[in-house]
Structure formats: structure tokens, C-alpha cells
């Protein structure tokens, strides 16, 4: 499985397969999530951009691209995360 598929969580990987099977209309499948097609919009975006952070991680430590996935998940603030990574650097003596 190519790297980015890990940082995939169950829930994405169910909107995946439901998109897939809707045959990627993002109309059919607000109908059947029952919610508006700006939400179902704005949830694959989300997953658009968990597959771009971690093509960009490339090369970046897991705790890091954790981080910045649950940046894009709504779960930690960018200011906090800047900081979590800041922090993280200088404890491995990147310092950067």
C-alpha cells in the first residue's frame, strides 16, 4: 500500500468506499449521508489535503505527520501545532 494510505483513518477509508461506490457523485452521496453537498465537499477536500500533507511529509517523522494530520482534521489549532513541532525539533536537535 503506498505510504499515504496509513494516515487514513477508518472513517475516511468509509467515505471512500461509499464515494467509490456512488460512482464519485458528490451529490448521491450527500443524499446518501443526508447532509448538503457543501458538507460532502468540504469532507473530501479534507481527504484531498491529508494525501497532499502526506506526499509533502515525505521524508518527515511519523510524529510529525501525525500532527499536521490532525491539523487538517480540526483537532489541533495550526498555532498549537506550530509549537508541538517547534518543540519537537529541538528536542531531537534540529533546532531549525
Do not use: N
Not at 468509509?14 to 456512488?22: N, Y
Not at 477536500?45 to 482534521?73: C, H, N, P, Q, Y
Request: proline fraction near 3%; hydrophobic fraction near 40%.
Amino acid at each position: 500500500m503506498p505510504a499515504w494510505t496509513t494516515w487514513l483513518a477508518e472513517e475516511d477509508w468509509g467515505f471512500v468506499h461509499r464515494f467509490l461506490l456512488a460512482s464519485g457523485s458528490l451529490k448521491a452521496l450527500a443524499e446518501e449521508y443526508g447532509i448538503s453537498y457543501p458538507t460532502v465537499r468540504a469532507r473530501l477536500d479534507r481527504l484531498i489535503e491529508k494525501v497532499r500533507a502526506s506526499d509533502r511529509s515525505e521524508g518527515a517523522d511519523d510524529f510529525t505527520k501525525l500532527v499536521r494530520m490532525r491539523v487538517i482534521d480540526g483537532q489541533v489549532a495550526p498555532a498549537v501545532a506550530k509549537e508541538i513541532l517547534e518543540a519537537h525539533r529541538r528536542s531531537k536537535g534540529d533546532g531549525k
